[in-house]
């Protein structure tokens, strides 16, 4: 796993953006994975801008969202396809057919769930899924306990995650115990991940999925188990990780590997 540790929030989210723009640009078909919360706001506010900067192209770009809560209609302004539709979708020249959100309000969530695995599968899998992580070391909505095989499925929130999340609804009663997500085992079958994070109150949690045990009580921890896993934290997100300074030196000396093998 490859541990970038920036400076603060705004680095975070240029050096994850930037990433993705040298997938998007060497693959113009990219099957991108898309995540949601307060964490890649920044980075999709980047993602806009070298768009419209830089003329970045996502008309062959195909997006598959990590979940959504079970129950919001896709034009709820708390839905997660309306988070996309606002952050990014709407900002850049991505083909609306592209986009794929789990559908929330779905009649049967269970052959939603094995049709959104399908459409992953007829795309030729996901090139690259972006990721943050909650408090509880969930990726998408996998609770603590969630298989690392699980695949895309309705997974009951916890309460920790329910807190969290309340700042996005008028009142803590309107969040959704339920959500569409996912499964560890569909997240870990892209070619390469991404997780960002930033912020004190993750620290504890990064330094536990970082260098601590595979768990599924922690479902990032699989991401030690991929083998192209690459983890962007600001310096508070990072604070009480025990091997930083190991970390920012080969983030400052990668070069001697590219001199090393000639390039
Ligand atoms: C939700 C999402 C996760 C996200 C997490 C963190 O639970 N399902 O995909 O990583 O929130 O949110 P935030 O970035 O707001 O801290």
New binding site residues.
């Given amino acids: 796993m490859e541990v970038i540790v920036a400076g603060n929030y705004d680095e975070m989210s240029r050096v994850s953006a930037h990433l993705i723009a040298k997938e998007i640009k060497k693959k113009h078909n990219l099957v991108l994975g898309l995540?949601?919360?307060?964490?890649?706001?920044g980075t999709y506010k980047e993602l806009v801008r070298i768009h419209k900067n830089e003329g970045l192209d996502f008309s062959k770009v195909t997006t598959f969202n990590?979940?959504e809560y079970l129950g919001l209609a896709p034009l709820n302004k708390t839905s997660?396809n309306y988070f996309m539709w606002e952050n990014l979708f709407r900002h850049v020249n991505i083909h609306p057919g592209h986009t794929y959100v789990p559908q929330g309000n779905t009649e049967d969530p269970e052959e939603f769930c094995t049709w959104y695995e399908d459409q992953i599968k007829k795309a030729g899998g996901l090139d690259l899924q972006l990721?943050?992580?909650?408090?509880d070391g969930?990726?998408?909505?996998n609770e603590p306990g969630s298989s690392l095989a699980s695949r895309t499925r309705v997974k009951a929130?916890i309460k920790i995650?329910i807190d969290?999340?309340a700042?996005?609804f008028d009142k803590p009663e309107d969040v959704p115990r339920f959500?569409i997500?996912m499964g560890v085992g569909t997240i870990m079958e892209a070619k390469k991940l991404l997780l960002?994070?930033?912020?004190k109150?993750?620290a504890d949690v990064c330094a536990k999925f970082i260098e601590g045990p595979v768990t599924s009580q922690i479902t990032a921890t699989a991401l030690q188990l991929h083998s192209h896993a690459t983890v962007v934290l600001d310096e508070e997100a990072a604070s009480v990780l025990s091997r930083r300074e190991y970390y920012n030196w080969v983030r400052d000396n990668k070069h001697m590997v590219q001199k090393k093998i000639g390039r």
Avoid at 138 to 141: P, V
């Fill in positions: 995540a949601t919360g307060d964490t890649p706001i990590l979940d997660y990721l943050g992580i909650g408090r969930h990726i998408g909505f929130l995650t969290d999340n700042k996005f959500a997500t960002i994070a930033n912020g109150k993750k």
